[in-house]
């Protein structure tokens, strides 16, 4: 048999190419639309970063602004938290004081009751006669340059009022109608003031002036007694001196009355000299000013204690009674607080 002649085989042929040719094309049609879709996709990405960003933003915001209300509420709360503690420290002292204002008058009506019943039992052992005398002596007394053994007849009126705890707790109802009673015994004056122990004017607006006498003035100076609380050391020494310094003028005939119940200065004697140097002579040898005082009892010595124990009370009397003595006027002191 005869052989077939063999026949070469191309390996590049026109197939192949075109295949190869498809293949590429395939290749850069993909690369083409990766190109063409990859920057919308970049700038896709770009937005929605944007807003995450912005919305982050946004809440990083409100966040601060919540922490601001939060941290002036917290302030707020803190200050609040501090008035309230000043507050109950406040309310504690009251408490304090109010329980040793309970405590002293609790005391005080004690001892009140201890003289109630000496003063019965004296007066049950009595002689007829002495009681006559007691009557005689209750009687009111005529109307005279004299009321009650004090001189009446100065033209112009000082009040010194003890403005203190003690005097305003346990002594004002009667220290008001010992004030009326003076005034009663003054049916005309052509002036009068009124201050506390301290100095201080009743009325600001006629300190270092006279108040003129009318029936109206005189109510207003009782009606505003009757409230008036200003700021007392329980000394009747600066109300004095205030009173002679500012209205000690000329030949004024002037009488001071000096209201109170305690003196808590360091020296009598040194008050004495202080008020002797202001209040000087005149011609005739008398002093320019008259002083007077009433001793209101506000203070007791305790049951089976000394009669007269060394008290500001009695301090106030003695130096009372010795300014009064040297100064041309008279010492009163009460035995009662009862109006």
Not at 47 to 68: F, H, M, V
Not at 89 to 94: E, I, P, S, V, Y
Not at 281 to 308: C, M, N, Y
Request: proline residues 4%; charged residues 25%.
């Amino acid at each position: 048999m005869r052989r077939r002649p063999r026949r070469d085989i191309e390996v590049f042929s026109l197939s192949f190419l075109d295949c190869i040719c498809c293949g590429f094309g395939a290749i850069i049609l993909l690369l083409t639309l990766v190109k063409m879709g990859e920057p919308r996709a970049i700038e896709q990405a770009r937005e929605d970063l944007n807003k995450r960003i912005a919305r982050l933003q946004e809440e990083l915001y409100e966040i601060r602004g919540e922490t601001d209300i939060l941290s002036r509420e917290l302030v707020g709360k803190r200050e609040q938290l501090s008035r309230d503690t000043v507050a109950v420290a406040r309310l504690q002292g009251d408490l304090e004081k109010m329980r040793g204002q309970f405590k002293a008058s609790k005391e005080l009506s004690q001892v009140q009751d201890a003289m109630q019943g000496r003063f019965l039992a004296a007066q049950q052992q009595l002689t007829e006669e002495m009681k006559r005398l007691k009557e005689e002596s209750e009687r009111p007394p005529p109307v005279t340059g004299l009321v009650g053994g004090i001189p009446v007849d100065s033209e112009y009126v000082i009040f010194v009022i003890d403005t203190s705890g003690s005097m305003q707790r346990y002594a004002w109802p009667l220290l008001l109608r010992k004030m009326s009673e003076i005034l009663d015994a003054y049916p005309k004056v052509k002036g009068m003031q009124v201050m506390n122990d301290e100095g201080v004017y009743m009325f600001s607006s006629y300190a270092g002036k006279w108040i003129r006498d009318t029936a109206g003035r005189r109510q207003a100076v009782l009606q505003r007694l009757a409230s008036w609380n200003a700021y007392s050391n329980s000394s009747p020494v600066e109300g004095i001196e205030a009173a002679i310094k500012q209205h000690a003028r000329g030949n004024l005939k002037i009488s001071i009355y000096v209201l109170g119940d305690e003196f808590t200065g360091s020296s009598v004697e040194g008050v004495l000299r202080a008020v002797d140097y202001m209040n000087s002579r005149d011609s005739s040898g008398a002093k320019h000013v008259r002083i007077h005082a009433i001793g209101f009892p506000t203070l007791f010595s305790q049951a089976g204690q000394s009669e007269f124990p060394e008290t500001t009370t009695v301090r106030f009397a003695m130096l009372m009674r010795a300014i009064c003595e040297r100064n041309g006027g008279a010492f009163v002191g009460l035995n009662s607080l009862e109006p």
